[in-house]
């Protein structure tokens, strides 16, 4: 009996992978700072994100992302059903707290140590506002001559912040009466004090005889001793 052989053919066309994508460079922020994914396409024609740790998906190319702490990003680049994967990191970098300290008020003429706190920065400047004043001194000693505000910056590589303090300069009172006699007696007499201080709001008058007085210009009887 004959043989009856039959045949068929099929061919088998692999499917390329996707080439020339890229999940982008590695990335340092600032705390809440956001940055998008400088992710290449290639011949990829959809794409997946995931993070490790997880928490983060994304068809997009390139999406905007804002970790709170270090983060890897996986790109999936998909071409017809093959996919092949890259990875990035995001690196976040400590953002200092800057503090200057409380507002205040000093004399004029009196020295003053600013009470600031790096808050975690490596490096700090103070400057005023009016200019005029710089330091790189955590706690600089200040001596203005008038009020002033002294704003302090901090910094961690690139992540800064900053605050500011002001400082209230009171003019100096100068002290100065004159005086002249009011009422006289056998035994007692009374002067009249006449203030001409200035750029003072209280006053406190030794009388000299053990007597005080808090008035502006008081009047005051001295009685002679027997």
Do not use: M
Not at 1 to 19: E, S
Not at 138 to 144: A, G, K, R, S
């Amino acid at each position: 009996q004959p043989i009856c052989v039959y045949t068929d053919t099929i061919k088998v066309i692999p499917k390329p992978f996707p080439t020339g994508y890229s999940a982008g460079r590695d990335t340092s922020l600032c705390a809440g700072q956001t940055v998008s994914l400088s992710a290449l396409s290639g011949t990829a024609t959809a794409f997946n994100w995931t993070s490790i740790p997880a928490g983060f998906t994304s068809n997009l190319l390139q999406p905007l992302v804002g970790p709170t702490d270090t983060t890897k990003y996986v790109l999936s680049a998909d071409l017809n059903g093959c996919k092949k994967t890259d990875t990035t990191a995001v690196f976040i970098e400590n953002t200092p707290v800057a503090y200057a300290g409380l507002n205040d008020t000093i004399c004029e003429g009196k020295q003053f140590t600013l009470q600031g706190n790096a808050g975690g920065g490596q490096l700090v400047s103070w400057q005023s506002i009016p200019v005029g004043f710089a330091s790189s001194l955590v706690n600089p000693v200040i001596q203005p001559v008038a009020t002033a505000l002294y704003v302090l910056l901090s910094s961690n590589g690139s992540c800064k912040s900053s605050d500011t303090v002001e400082i209230v300069v009171n003019t100096s009172p100068i002290a100065d009466f004159t005086t002249s006699a009011a009422d006289s007696s056998c035994n007692s007499y009374s002067i009249q004090f006449t203030n001409n201080s200035t750029n003072a709001s209280s006053y406190v008058w030794d009388l000299g005889d053990g007597q005080f007085s808090s008035d502006f210009s008081p009047l005051h009887t001295y009685t002679e001793q027997s």
